[in-house]
């Protein structure tokens, strides 16, 4: 499709109104994240570049250490233990502009210690600015245009204040994982993703005044869905656009699976002699999968037998062909939001990040999140 046509299709989209959400000094204090990055582990390394100041649970000094040093931290009677000091919890926060060292990587912020099951947590407390440097670095590949980063910045930092304000974990409200947002501190973070970051600072979608569930994907296969048909209840932003993502990698993939693969996952259907879409989206996304064999038949979720094969999505169909099973699919990820692919190849045809995120958030509005 040509930049004039995409232009024109989207352009009744660009008209995005500014909210401005003013919160309080004392609210400004609620744009520090906080991240799992290590959970349940039996042993972690932390340390600090810069000296850095311990403290218990109750935000007491208890000790110093000196920058470039790592320790050793365990779980043990309950409590958590960090070279000579132990407590419930314990801090530790880096002086000056020092990062801290979590397990294999460097992270922006300070890091909370606290015991969880019989292993170790370790949860960054990072700037809502600052861990974005990496998320959109993470998530998005760094060399694609300013405005498919820029859109990606959006994204995330919506999708983690959504997280923050309704999360029920008690102890953090994002991981590191594709559960929520891939994160890797500062290993993922380039210039490019600063730049996306700082001119979109602040900048969130909304509908109705409230940080929408800005959720987004890889690549949806050529249109993304309805909410309701992939998860439950509707939403009037996470509504199925025509994608163009047609230059993704993982725009179509096939995959060849085993016979006795697929009788470990069912199990007790006899030989596999066919397996019928039961149920889908309007996309063609499989809900469930009727799975025939000699013995019985057996309905199966889409989203279980994605995991179980691990395949890219649940936008696939499986043929019998000769020893084996044959799926070929579409896409990368659930199909909802915001598709990074598309957003790429938009971005890289003239339009802009307001107009990307329009296209994808339909009925949401670009909003400016103001501190005092």
């Known amino acids: 499709m040509s930049k004039k046509l995409i232009l024109q299709w989207l352009g009744k989209f660009s008209l995005l109104s500014l909210l401005w959400l003013i919160f309080s000094p004392s609210a400004q204090a609620a744009l520090e994240l906080r991240v799992a990055i290590k959970k349940g582990a039996n042993s972690l390394q932390v340390g600090s570049s810069t000296p850095a100041v311990v403290k218990d649970n109750a935000g007491r000094v208890v000790g110093q250490v000196a920058g470039m040093n790592s320790f050793v931290s365990k779980v043990q009677g309950g409590n958590v233990n960090l070279s000579q000091w132990k407590s419930n919890r314990l801090w530790l926060e880096p002086s000056g502009d020092g990062v801290v060292w979590i397990g294999d990587r460097w992270y922006r912020g300070r890091v909370l210690l606290v015991p969880q099951g019989k292993g170790i947590t370790a949860i960054n407390y990072v700037d809502l600015e600052d861990y974005l440097y990496s998320v959109v670095g993470a998530e998005a590949i760094p060399s694609w245009p300013k405005d498919a980063l820029k859109a990606q910045a959006v994204a995330a930092r919506t999708y983690a204040l959504y997280k923050r304000n309704s999360g029920r974990n008690q102890i953090f ?129 889409g989203s279980d037998l994605r995991k179980a094969l691990d395949l890219r999505s649940t936008l696939f169909r499986v043929s019998l062909g000769g020893n084996s099973l044959q799926v070929s699919g579409r896409g990368f990820g659930h199909g909802l939001g915001l598709s990074q692919w598309g957003a790429q190849y938009l971005a890289q045809n003239g339009v802009n990040y307001r107009q990307i995120l329009a296209h994808y958030y339909r009925n949401a509005k670009l909003s400016t999140l103001k501190t005092q």
Request: no cysteine.
């Open 173 to 301: 409200d994002l991981d590191t994982t594709t559960a929520t947002q891939v994160y890797k501190g500062l290993s993922s973070e380039y210039t490019t993703t600063h730049q996306a970051v700082r001119e979109t600072m602040g900048e969130v979608m909304t509908y109705n005044n409230q940080i929408i569930l800005a959720v987004f994907h890889s690549s949806s296969g050529g249109h993304t869905e309805n909410v309701e048909d992939i998860w439950v209840s509707p939403l009037p932003y996470l509504r199925g656009v025509v994608d163009y993502d047609q230059n993704s990698p993982v725009f179509s993939w096939n995959k060849s699976v085993s016979p006795s693969t697929m009788n470990r996952i069912v199990g007790g259907v006899g030989n596999i002699q066919a397996l019928i879409p039961q149920k889908t989206t309007p996309q063609g996304r499989i809900v469930t999968m009727k799975i025939v064999g000699d013995r019985t038949t057996k309905n199966v979720a």
